[in-house]
Structures are given as structure tokens and as C-alpha cells.
């Protein structure tokens, strides 16, 4: 893993590479196309996320739109209970 | 709340602050985005920024780990709601009291800074989802792949990485801007405004102790270092130190990133701490780790947070963390919901932790002490009190006075247990008090001065500005409220009172008697109509010489009832009211109601009840059912005041009467009960009878009844010192007096008396005998008595002593019920206070005696409410029909370490039926006819047909008598 991570530029989620219950190393990295390939290749598993796209999509739905809170004038609620 | 986009991030800071203006501030941040987007924050804290230790929260600095704007708000949001609303805060299965959130907010200051990088997160939320980086174009050479500058690696620490890693550490950071690990480090440290906007906030809040950085994933919690392995061994091995660039980054080499073995144990009980809380909403346990785990980084936030305190003198020690919430960057928001609860419950657990930690958050709650109205020669407390927010010991120590700048009199001080607070395990805000004590000196003046307080753990000193002033011992204007209704007539059920009005005549004067000089006395009789006997008057000193006293005394000589006469009892209390109100010059206004019967005609008192604002005391001589008491119980309480019921009288209730006029009396003019025994007597004893007094109590009544107005007792007092006070040595002595009247002697001394060295706290004795030439004197009277004969005969004359005291300490009972038919739930609630201060914490027992109505007799043990609070309760059932007595009695020490004990009556009663609701005129079919009475009697007085026009109706053959007599007796049908 460590080879992998000093030669290919991984672009990494902050929480870095960590280890299974099995003793294997994993890291969760967003790359080209071209670049997982390189890998499989080269005999690493490597699982690609084919809906992520469909995700940010569907995560992007999820945005809220214009200002509900009208520039300062409505507040927002938390979501702890208040008890 | 979906995502927030980021106007709305912006926007939901402004209303925050605009809501919660006194522990919200808006702060906007100096540096616009490269975008030119105004950035915020907001400082969550009652006290001045420069007041508490701050913690910093950053969020969404990595423009794709969307969530932590969300949880920056809602932590905001949350602690704003539950500290303005008193709330607790609950997150799944991790709940915070309302203490908690007071002491975050009132212990500490928040930074949050939601946003850090909105125009990254504009572009993540809009274009490319993953995108990390700032949107500076700069270095892009107008690659729009090459835009951004990592703004978790542009800090100035070790940004130079090349300079300071090894080269084989596979340091997580670039110099290319075009590196799709969009790490880029940016063309200097602290290039980038938004970076900046961090330093800036630890630059000007430098009360900052704590910073926690949000980002995403992998549910861990990262503390210092983040460069290298941590070691505690060598401080020499530092990242500011150039011998050992080139050398970092590299597990299980020589370098290690040096960090004091203190810090490290007080940084990891604060990641514990955020973690435990965070597990306990729904059971996902973040690891705890310093954040070198994941890899090696240069210029990260949370590495230069910690780093400024050893390159900077002037810079505060900042414990700083790196965040990583949940397992992906965006997920769907109902798992983001799920997120904020977890890392908001971690957050406010940190907080908590942090507060134990932090240096003592103390405000001094009274900016000053004010003895506002103490009456003369009257003792009173205050209390500085201070509210800590620490899990330390804090100690609170007077250092100087309280000392007198101008006026009479002095201040003084009161042991205070509670001025030293031992260390706490967990956060709670503690109050500490000190005790101040004034005793007034003379009406109209005014002292002031001040006092000097050190928490002698920090050494931070507080002078306290003290005022009193002092009034006239307040006064009370009495009326007594008798019955004289038809029943009265009615046998008494005790020897040697033929009549129910005989019984109120021998106990009613009691009160006439006693009540103190300057107090006012009036009385109203009533039957099914209400006549004022005496308007209020103020009384002169005690004994034969006063006319009022006199007065009064000659009116209940002479109330005689009334054969035909109704009860109505609200017609009684309303003439009561309006005496009262024409009363002017008293402090308080009172009346004591006495009545044998239930109310029979109107007006009643639910009638009347909402015009009553004077304290009602009430004395009822019969059984509930006779009394149905469920009017006269709502008035008394409503008032303030209580009620009294006899139950059947028998012959060993003489002083039954007696003592509630003693206790109504008691009530009235805010005296406390010391001591209430009874006995016999006969010739040649002695009763050597003992009671304490202690430091709180003004004055004494020491009273004793008997059952003849012969002066066959003979009754002295004997000081702590054995100093015998009697009638002739009262009567020299400044400040004592005392007085036999019919059927009472009483002595009345102001403390300390001065006699010897001044007698007042101690043991005191009241000791009778028996004149024997006025005990056959006594026992010749009684031929036409023979039951009562033997019994005096065989056990000696009958009396009753009462020791009241004017006093600082007072034992204010009540009893409430719930519901007045049998088997309702009896509670009597003592409240027990010495200057105001709740006598607790073991300090003093409280206990009630009681009887039931078949005469069997039961003990209750009153335990305090909660600890410290002075406030005893205790219940018991009341299955059976009838009265209840309750003798409350408590016995402690003072705050000085003197005995104390005190008694107080009172009276439950249940009977059936007792939940109907009381009688009113509206519902009384009576109520026509009555008033028809009045208009027939009206009309055939003399005032209306003249004795002319009778004589001539007579001569035709009218006669008016009889015509009167016919109404009047359809009138009493």
C-alpha cells in the first residue's frame, strides 16, 4: 500500500489508508479511469464505484435552493431534541 | 433541513445572531473568499470573548466533505434553542441537562466557522462533487484542472515540506498545483484568504484553547501530530527545529515529533471524551488517534493550531483535532442527519471535558449585598453567591471585612459550608455561598460598607459593596371574627363550660392578651348577619391598664349568640375585610375566623373569597362534619393563613382552644413556637421544664395557661446562668415585663436580657409550683364540679406553658390534602430556615406527631426534599372520617452550633362528601326567601310605618306585632 501511495497520485479521502479485520490494507481514492486499470493490472484489487455519479446526483437534489433562511431572517432549527 | 447551499450557510449564522443577540455573535471574517464571498462566523458564549476559554469549530475546509457546515450549524442552532428555551439537549441516546448546556454557554465561548471554503463548496455542490480545494485560479496557468490550493496544507507548518520531510516519508501534500491528489500546498504558507481567515480567528480570540477541524471520513478522532510519531523524551526533536529537517515523516526512524507528556494525557481525554458522548447516540465508536495514523502532512490545521503556543510566547496552547465524521463524504441526507446527532453529542461531550479542564469559569452572581428593610434589632442574611463552572476545588474565602464605610451598626458573617467546593468528577455549575449578616439598628438608618472575597485557588478577588437599612418592627392589624350563631348555644362537651360560648369565652382572650404593643385589634360577630364590635384600635402595652386591650376583652365578655341566629360565615369575613381596610398605618392585615357550624345561610365565603387579600386564620370548634370546613380550608390557604378544627371536645382538651388562639397568634405576628407542654400540678411539685434559646432569637414569651383565674400557680424563668427571673425582677429590668391576666401570665423579654452577663442562647427553664392556699381555694369551687374536683383533687391544677420566640429561625408548616373525603393523602411540608437559609443537610430533624380520629396516634419522620433545601415533607392516609391533628416538631442546631427546636399545630379532616363544592349564594335555594325576610322585616320597622300609623292600623284591627311575628317565624322555617 504504501508502494501504491508514493507512486501513484491518489487523490485520498482524509481518512487514509486503514486496515481490515483480515489483515488487508485499503484505501478509498478518487482517480482516472486509466489509473485503476494501471493497478488491476499490476495485480491490486480494485473495486470501481460505478453509480457514483448517479450519487453526487442524487446527492446534488439534495441542496437546498435560493436562501431558506431569506438572508438572516428566518433562523435555522437544530435537530437535537429539546428536552 | 437538506443541505445547506451556501448562501444558506451564510444566511442561518446571521439569524442566529440576530436571534439570540445575548449569547450569539456574528463575527465576519476579514478576508472574502477568492471568489469574493463574505465569510462568517459566530461566537456562542454568555461572557466577553476575552472572558472564557474559547473552542474553535471549522467546517467544511475540504469543499467536498459538505457535512461539516451542517454540523457547525446545527451545533450553533442547537445550544442557542436549549440555552434561551432552559432545555436539556438529546441526540439519539446521548442526552445533555440543561445545566450542561448552561455550562457550556456560560463557561466557555464557541467560535464557528461553518464555511471555510464556500466557493469550493459552491463548485462540489454544483459541478464536481469531489471537489477539495479552494477555487484560487492562480497557480492554475489557466488549467481549469489545476485550480485550488488545499487549504489543509497551506498553514505555516512545515509547509515547506521538502525542506523539512524526508524525502521517502510520503509526506500527503504537493507543490503541483496540477496533482490530482488535490493536495496542493499553494505558492507560500497562508496564501490563501480563506486559511487566513483561520489564523485570523486565533490571532484576535486568544482565549482559544481547543480546535476542532471537521472533515470527512473514516470516523476517527486525530490529535497532535500529524507530521510524525509522537515522543514525550527529547523537546529538542521539535518541527521548529532545523537540525532535524530532512529528517521527518518516517515511522520507526530517530525523529519523533516532540509533545510534553501532559498535554498528551489531557489531549486524549478530550478525544475520549468526544468520542464516548458521540457513541452513546446510536453505538458507532470513532477511533481515537494522533493523526500521523492516516499519514504524514505539512501546513495542516490542526498540526499549526498546536504549533503556535511554542513558536509564540504570546500565543495561547491550543489542543487541536482533526475530525473525520462518517464514511463518505456526501451521504444520502437522512444518514447525514444521523452524522450531525453523533458528532454534535461528541462535540458538546469535548465542551464538557474541555470546561473541566479549562481555568475556573466564576461569576460573581450578587454585584452587591443589599439589606433591604431589616427590622430593628432583627437579624438577617444575605449571601454573595458565586456560580462555578469547574470540575476543580474551589475554595471562597473572606479576606477583608465586611467592614462599615458609614452608618450605625456592624456586618457580620455566617459559617458557610458551602464557600468551599470540593472537586467535582463531572462538569456541573456549582454556586458557592457566602453568608453576611446585619441586625438593625434603629428605624430610618442606613449602613453601608463592604467586603473583600479571594478564590483562593486563582487568586481573583472580588470587593462586594454592602447596603442596609433599617424600619420599624413591622405591624399587624387583627381582626377576630366570631360566631354567634344559634348552635353556640350548644353544650360545650367540657366540664365546667356549660356552653360552646363559654369555651370561646375563656379562649378567646388569649389572643386580646398577647398580642404585642402597637399591633391593631378589632372584632366582627356574625350569625346569618355580620355586626362590627370594635374597629380596629392599636393596642397600648400588655396588662389591665390599656383601654383597647380592655375594650376588646369586654366585647367577648359580653358576645352572647344569637338563638335564631344562621351562619354565615362570608358575611362575617367580608365585615372582617372591610374593618381591615379601613385600617390604615399597619404593615400586614389579618383575621381569625372563629365558627362552631357549617355556613347555613349567605353570605358565603366562596361569595366573598375573591375580595379577601388579608392573611385568614381560622379556628373551627367541632367535628368536619359539623364544620364541612372545605370553604373555610381554600380561604385560609389561598391567604397564606391556616385553619383549626377542634374535632369533639372532651375533657381533656381545656386548652385545646387556647393553644390555637396561642398558634393563630404565633402566625399573625411571625413568632415561632419554642416549646408546647402540658401537665398537672399539685402542691409541693416542682416543674422544672427546659427549653433552648440560641443566638437567633430577638425576643421570648414565656406563657402559661391555667384552668382557674385564681393565681394559684407560681411561675418564674431561670437564665442559662441560673439567674431566676419572677414577676418583681421582670418589672425592673429594661426590656421585660410581665403580665397575669384572666387565665394567662406570660412574661415578654427582649434578648439578650440583661441580667448578668447577658442572658439569651442556652438552656433556659420554666419552673411553676403551686400556691397551696389558692389551690383550696380553688378546689372549694369546684362542689357544684365533683368530676372535675376529683380529677384536680388527684392530679393537681391544670396548665399549659408556651415558649414563643421572635426569631431568626423559623419552621413554617403547612398540610395539604388530596381530597377532603376519606382516603385522601395527608402531606405536611415543613419548611425550616435560620436568616432565610435553609436549615438542612442534617442539620436538624423534623418530625409530626399526629392522632387519628378514632384516637389512635401515629409518628411521621419528615426527610428533606433535596439536600440543603430546608424543605421536609412526608404523608400519611386518612381512611377514617374526621379531624386530624398533626403536632410538627423540629430539633437541629444553628449555624453557630446552638440547640434549637421548635413546634407548630396543625389540622387535616376528611369527612363525606367533602369534595362537593362549597356552598354560594347562587345555588342557595334559601337565598329568595331570604331576601324577601329582609324586605318585610325592612318594611315593618319603625323606621318606615310610624308609631302614629301603627297606632291607627291597631285601632282598625291590625295588628302589626302579631303581623311581625307571623313573618318572623316563616322566616326561620
Redesign the interface.
Known amino acids: 500500500m504504501?508502494e501504491i501511495?508514493?507512486t501513484e497520485?491518489?487523490?485520498?479521502?482524509?481518512?487514509?489508508?486503514?486496515q481490515t479485520p483480515a489483515g488487508e490494507w485499503e484505501v478509498e481514492a478518487?482517480?482516472?479511469p486509466e489509473?485503476a486499470q494501471r493497478l488491476q493490472k499490476a495485480g491490486h484489487r480494485v473495486e470501481i464505484d460505478e453509480k457514483f455519479e448517479d450519487?453526487?446526483a442524487?446527492?446534488?437534489s439534495?441542496?437546498?435552493?435560493?436562501?431558506?433562511?431569506?438572508?438572516?431572517?428566518?433562523?435555522?432549527?437544530?435537530?437535537?431534541?429539546?428536552? | 433541513m437538506p443541505y445547506l447551499n451556501v448562501d444558506e450557510v451564510e444566511s442561518a449564522l446571521i439569524a442566529l445572531a440576530g436571534d439570540f443577540p445575548a449569547i450569539c455573535e456574528l463575527i465576519v471574517l476579514p478576508n472574502p473568499s477568492v471568489e469574493e464571498r463574505t465569510c462568517h462566523a459566530v461566537r456562542i458564549g454568555k461572557a466577553a470573548s476575552t472572558d472564557r476559554d474559547a473552542v474553535l469549530l471549522t467546517g467544511a475546509v475540504h469543499a467536498r466533505e459538505w457535512g461539516g457546515c451542517e454540523i457547525c450549524v446545527n451545533v450553533a442552532a442547537d445550544l442557542c434553542e436549549a440555552y434561551t428555551n432552559s432545555t436539556g439537549l438529546g441526540y439519539g441516546g446521548k442526552s445533555f441537562t440543561h445545566d450542561e448546556v448552561k455550562a457550556i454557554v456560560e463557561g466557555l465561548n464557541l467560535i464557528i466557522f461553518a464555511d471555510v471554503n464556500p466557493d469550493g463548496r459552491h463548485f462540489s455542490q454544483t459541478s464536481e462533487a469531489l471537489w477539495r480545494r479552494n477555487r484560487n485560479p492562480a497557480d492554475s496557468g489557466g488549467n481549469a484542472s489545476c485550480i485550488g490550493v488545499d487549504l489543509n496544507r497551506n498553514q505555516d507548518f512545515l509547509w515547506d515540506f521538502p525542506v523539512h520531510f524526508d524525502p521517502a516519508s510520503d509526506v500527503n501534500t504537493s507543490t503541483d498545483p496540477c496533482s490530482p491528489t488535490q493536495n496542493y500546498r499553494g505558492s507560500a504558507a497562508t496564501s490563501e484568504p480563506e486559511a487566513a481567515n483561520i489564523v485570523w480567528l486565533l490571532d484576535n480570540h486568544s482565549r482559544t484553547r481547543w480546535y476542532l477541524d471537521l472533515h470527512s471520513s473514516g470516523e476517527t478522532m486525530l490529535h497532535s501530530w500529524g507530521n510524525d510519531e509522537n515522543q514525550s523524551a527529547d523537546a529538542s526533536m521539535n518541527f521548529a527545529n532545523p537540525a532535524f529537517d530532512g529528517q521527518r515523516g518516517v515511522s520507526g526512524d530517530v525523529y519523533g515529533e516532540f509533545i510534553p507528556a501532559g498535554d498528551l494525557t489531557e489531549i486524549v481525554e478530550l478525544a475520549n471524551a468526544f468520542r464516548d458522548s458521540l457513541q452513546a447516540v446510536r453505538g458507532i465508536s470513532y477511533t481515537v488517534g494522533p493523526a500521523y495514523l492516516l499519514y504524514p502532512t505539512s501546513g495542516a490545521n490542526d498540526d499549526y493550531a498546536y504549533s503556535r503556543h511554542f513558536t509564540d510566547a504570546l500565543s495561547n496552547k491550543v489542543y487541536a483535532y482533526t475530525v473525520e465524521w462518517g464514511t463518505e463524504f456526501q451521504p444520502p441526507w437522512a444518514e447525514m442527519e444521523n452524522v450531525v446527532a453523533d458528532v454534535s453529542a461528541g462535540i458538546l461531550g469535548f465542551c464538557l471535558e474541555a470546561l473541566c479542564q479549562s481555568a475556573f469559569s466564576v461569576d460573581l452572581q450578587t454585584l452587591s449585598v443589599n439589606f433591604n428593610d431589616v427590622p430593628e434589632a432583627e437579624t438577617t442574611a444575605r449571601a454573595i453567591v458565586f456560580s462555578v463552572i469547574s470540575c476543580q476545588a474551589a475554595t471562597f474565602q473572606i479576606v477583608s471585612g465586611p467592614a462599615v464605610t458609614s452608618g450605625p451598626g456592624s456586618f457580620g458573617t455566617l459559617p458557610s459550608p458551602n464557600a468551599a467546593l470540593p472537586a467535582a468528577a463531572a462538569l456541573t455549575i456549582r454556586e458557592a455561598r457566602l453568608w453576611l449578616s446585619f441586625t438593625g439598628t434603629n428605624d430610618g438608618d442606613i449602613t453601608e460598607g463592604e467586603v473583600t472575597v479571594r478564590l483562593a485557588e486563582s487568586g481573583q478577588e472580588w470587593v462586594i459593596p454592602i447596603s442596609s437599612n433599617t424600619i420599624n418592627r413591622p405591624t399587624v392589624a387583627a381582626v377576630m371574627v366570631l360566631d354567634q350563631s344559634g348552635s353556640m348555644t350548644f353544650a360545650s362537651g367540657l366540664p365546667g363550660f356549660a356552653t360552646r360560648n363559654d369555651v370561646l369565652k375563656f379562649a378567646a382572650p388569649v389572643f386580646v392578651n398577647l398580642i404585642q404593643e402597637d399591633n391593631g385589634i378589632g372584632i366582627v360577630a356574625f350569625d346569618h348577619d355580620a355586626f362590627d364590635r370594635m374597629a380596629v384600635q392599636t393596642v397600648g402595652p400588655p396588662g389591665p391598664f390599656d383601654p383597647v386591650r380592655a375594650t376588646a376583652l369586654g366585647v367577648i365578655a359580653a358576645h352572647a349568640p344569637n338563638p335564631a341566629g344562621n351562619t354565615a360565615i362570608g358575611d362575617g369575613v367580608e365585615n372582617a375585610h372591610n374593618m381591615l381596610t379601613a385600617a390604615p398605618g399597619f404593615d400586614f392585615h389579618a383575621m381569625v375566623v372563629f365558627t362552631d357550624g357549617h355556613e347555613t345561610a349567605s353570605k358565603y365565603i366562596a361569595d366573598v373569597a375573591p375580595l379577601i387579600n388579608e392573611r385568614v386564620f381560622a379556628i373551627a370548634l367541632g367535628t368536619a362534619d359539623q364544620i364541612q370546613p372545605a370553604a373555610l380550608t381554600a380561604l385560609t390557604n389561598g391567604t397564606g393563613g391556616y385553619l383549626y378544627l377542634t374535632g369533639a371536645v372532651g375533657p381533656d382538651d381545656l386548652f385545646l382552644l387556647s393553644k390555637y388562639y396561642l398558634q393563630v397568634l404565633a402566625g399573625v405576628t411571625n413568632q415561632d413556637i419554642v416549646l408546647d407542654p402540658q401537665g398537672a400540678i399539685k402542691p409541693g411539685q416542682k416543674h422544672r421544664i427546659a427549653f433552648d434559646l440560641n443566638e437567633a432569637d430577638i425576643g421570648v414569651d414565656g406563657i402559661l395557661l391555667g384552668e382557674t383565674n385564681l393565681p394559684v400557680f407560681r411561675f418564674v424563668l431561670e437564665t442559662p446562668a441560673g439567674d431566676v427571673i419572677d414577676p418583681a425582677v421582670a418589672a425592673g429590668t429594661p426590656g421585660a415585663s410581665y403580665t397575669a391576666a384572666q387565665g394567662v401570665s406570660f412574661y415578654r423579654m427582649t434578648l439578650p436580657v440583661p441580667i448578668g452577663a447577658g442572658a439569651r442562647a442556652g438552656k433556659w427553664h420554666a419552673v411553676l409550683t403551686v400556691d397551696e392556699v389558692y389551690y383550696k381555694r380553688y378546689l372549694a369551687s369546684l362542689d357544684n364540679y365533683p368530676d372535675l374536683y376529683q380529677k384536680v383533687k388527684a392530679h393537681g391544677v391544670r396548665y399549659s406553658l408556651s415558649i414563643h420566640s421572635y426569631s431568626g429561625i423559623r419552621l413554617q408548616p403547612r398540610l395539604t390534602q388530596t381530597s377532603q373525603e376519606p382516603g385522601a393523602t395527608l402531606t405536611v411540608r415543613a419548611v425550616l430556615t435560620e436568616y432565610g437559609i435553609p436549615i438542612g443537610g442534617g442539620r436538624a430533624t423534623v418530625r409530626a406527631e399526629f392522632e387519628r380520629p378514632d384516637g389512635t396516634s401515629g409518628l411521621l419522620w419528615l426527610t428533606e426534599t433535596e439536600p440543603d433545601s430546608g424543605i421536609y415533607t412526608a404523608s400519611t392516609g386518612a381512611p377514617l372520617s374526621g379531624v386530624y391533628p398533626f403536632r410538627v416538631l423540629a430539633n437541629g442546631k444553628t449555624l453557630r452550633g446552638r440547640n434549637f427546636s421548635r413546634e407548630h399545630l396543625l389540622t387535616g379532616a376528611v369527612w363525606k362528601g367533602g369534595d362537593n363544592p362549597p356552598p354560594t349564594s347562587q345555588d342557595d335555594p334559601n337565598e329568595e326567601k331570604e331576601r324577601c325576610c329582609r324586605l318585610l322585616n325592612c318594611l315593618l320597622n319603625g323606621s318606615v310605618i310610624r308609631p302614629e300609623f301603627e297606632k291607627r292600623l291597631q285601632e282598625l284591627g291590625l295588628d302589626l306585632n302579631a303581623l311581625r311575628a307571623c313573618i318572623r317565624a316563616w322566616c326561620r322555617e
Open positions: 504504501r501511495l508514493r497520485e491518489l487523490d485520498l479521502n482524509c481518512g487514509g489508508a486503514r478518487f482517480t482516472s489509473t450519487r453526487a442524487a446527492r446534488r439534495e441542496v437546498g435552493r435560493g436562501d431558506r433562511f431569506q438572508k438572516g431572517r428566518t433562523r435555522p432549527r437544530g435537530l437535537g431534541k429539546k428536552e
